[in-house]
């Protein structure tokens, strides 16, 4: 890597090292006990091995990737704070799953969200979700975070090394899934270490650069207090509704983050259902016991409130550089300007050896998230597909063999798709492509599973009619809306995108789209019994908590609340 002096290389390698041997040592002694747990349950689950600390690191490590560190960098480059709305929200929703969602798995033995759904609807609503989120997950997710993850780093290496860093970053991840959940899971809390040390030092060095630039000397406070002078707009949690007048930026800014309209929209549904109907996700906690899950889940919803320090405050220190004069090259490396390439502009100015940790966590981050996303998809197929539908008889080793067949299959294809970006990841923007996309599926299953959890007459032809109506209903109003009825309703305001087409805000799309399909789930469920037979008993005492677990939910309902007034 012509940017990486002898040092940095050293640091990544001993990265690389400590995390295979670690991952290697837990695969080797934490093996369960035939008596105890079966093996497809312990490779899928890691059940009752994980302890709240690594649910709590192994939840991060999977979901800050790629994803935020380049993805939410650049939008930070583009609008500021206001895209933190996405981990501070997560915070609150982690304590709702904690909460309210995961006594209702636990006590009902849910190990896979297809099985919540056979459990509680049918077998349909189940392989239809099982399939959508094979998909989902393969060309959405696994794709674009290692699309995001290889652009990353070879901006740093150079262009010409990009499908090398492809091919790189899938057989670390491969090597560590192969392992199963167990591994995934305890070889995280390192991967969460170095992701946090290395952002934070990347964070350090933004600002003592923003510093320098305007002759403050190198000082951490004195460069943020000037990213708050310089560019006040870019610390706004709310973006105002553009005027008539508003120029094309603000427009796309809004597009992106619709101000306090998100937040009786899709922010809400955004989170809920990553966090708490999302199999890549739920899947670190289905395997513990209702105390461990919770103060993991909450753990990591303190965590989040952190998160923005690490992955955005780069992108906005970035803005400030690159509108005064710096980072020209960086940030439009052959003359073509992408803000994806704020987080990675940032990195080259590291010293060395940090530049090689911080290296280190972009992959660490990547590789973690890389590797959940393929034991999701191992784990739906082998439990949901192939032992349900394709081989019923199957062993637990072969269950076993396949799931890593499955793991495999799912990288190389993935690899497939990024080698060329096939879809278009770069051209929509990272963070943005992965929200937008997923949001066509988030409405209608998140409609299906809060219905289904919480009111006992929800019935299984309405979670079929649901899920099929809520990704119809997200397409429509993402794509066709705002043509057929016009770009102002009494339910939104379309404006004109860079494209010169009007264009609903994708966050805003998603609640209407939600709305619409509880209305028809609703309707449906009402011309059936009072009381679907499929429906689960819910007793008040599963919602109770412990006092130690009430003082962490405060304590992170009062951080919360002091980020919202510090920057509203």
């Known amino acids: 890597m012509g940017k990486f002096d002898t040092i940095d290389y050293v640091i990544f390698i001993i990265y690389f090292f400590l995390v295979a041997g670690y991952g290697y040592w837990v695969y080797r002694n934490k093996k369960s006990k035939e008596d105890n747990v079966s093996d497809s349950k312990d490779f899928f689950l890691a059940e009752g091995s994980l302890t709240w600390w690594a649910i709590g690191a192994s939840l991060i490590a999977s979901n800050i990737s790629a994803e935020q560190f380049i993805g939410m960098s650049g939008n930070g480059f583009v609008v500021g704070v206001a895209v933190a709305a996405y981990e501070w929200i997560a915070a609150i929703a982690l304590i709702i799953v904690a909460v309210w969602f995961i006594p209702v798995y636990l006590k009902n033995r849910i190990f896979t969200m297809p099985q919540f759904l056979e459990t509680r609807y049918n077998k349909t609503t189940s392989l239809i979700m099982a399939i959508f989120w094979l998909f989902l997950y393969i060309f959405v997710n696994l794709t674009s975070i290692l699309y995001l993850g290889a652009i990353a780093i070879a901006n740093m290496a150079g262009p010409e090394y990009f499908h090398i860093i492809v091919i790189a970053m899938a057989v670390f991840s491969l090597v560590i899934t192969l392992g199963g ?69 603000d427009v796309n800014k809004y597009l992106m983050l619709p101000g306090i309209a998100m937040y009786f929209a899709g922010q809400w549904i955004v989170n809920l259902n990553y966090w708490g109907c999302n199999q890549y996700i739920t899947q670190r906690a289905l395997g513990a016991d209702l105390k461990t899950a919770r103060t993991g889940i909450l753990f990591a919803g303190f965590m989040k409130l952190a998160m923005p320090v690490i992955v955005m405050l780069p992108g906005i220190a970035a803005y400030v550089l690159y509108t005064n004069g710096a980072l020209q090259n960086e940030m439009a490396p052959g003359g073509d300007f992408n803000a994806d390439n704020a987080y990675s502009a940032i990195l080259g100015f590291l010293p060395t050896g940090l530049k090689g940790l911080s290296v280190a966590a972009l992959t660490a981050a990547i590789v973690a998230s890389l590797a959940g996303k393929a034991n999701s998809i191992s784990t739906i197929f082998t439990l949901d597909i192939y032992k349900r539908y394709i081989n019923k008889d199957a062993s637990e080793k072969k269950m076993v063999i396949t799931g890593r067949l499955a793991i495999l299959a799912a990288i190389v294809f993935s690899v497939a798709l990024t080698w060329n970006d096939a879809l278009d990841i770069g051209g929509a923007g990272g963070f943005t492509f992965i929200q937008k996309y997923t949001g066509f599926f988030s409405p209608g299953v998140f409609a299906m599973f809060l219905l289904g959890m919480f009111w006992k007459r929800t019935t299984g032809a309405a979670a079929v009619a649901g899920v099929i109506t809520g990704f119809a209903l997200s397409v429509f109003f993402n794509e066709y809306a705002a043509a057929v009825f016009g770009h102002e309703t009494l339910l939104w305001t379309a404006y004109l995108n860079n494209d010169g087409v009007y264009e609903i805000p994708f966050l805003i799309c998603m609640g209407w789209a939600f709305f619409f399909t509880v209305v028809l789930m609703v309707g449906m469920s009402l011309l059936g019994p009072k009381i679907n037979p499929k429906s689960f008993t819910l007793d008040t005492k599963m919602f109770r908590v412990e006092p130690s677990t009430l003082a962490l939910i405060v304590v992170t309902i009062l951080c919360f609340t002091a980020l919202y007034i510090r920057f509203w």
């Open 181 to 249: 959940m167990k591994v995934i899971g305890f070889t995280d809390v390192i991967q969460v270490v170095v992701l946090v040390i290395g952002g934070l030092a990347t964070t350090y060095i933004a600002l003592t650069l923003v510093s320098d630039h305007f002759g403050l000397g190198k000082d951490v406070m004195a460069g943020f207090n000037q990213m708050l002078e310089t560019a006040p707009d870019h610390f706004k949690l709310m973006l105002e509704k553009p005027g008539p007048n508003a120029s094309q930026e």
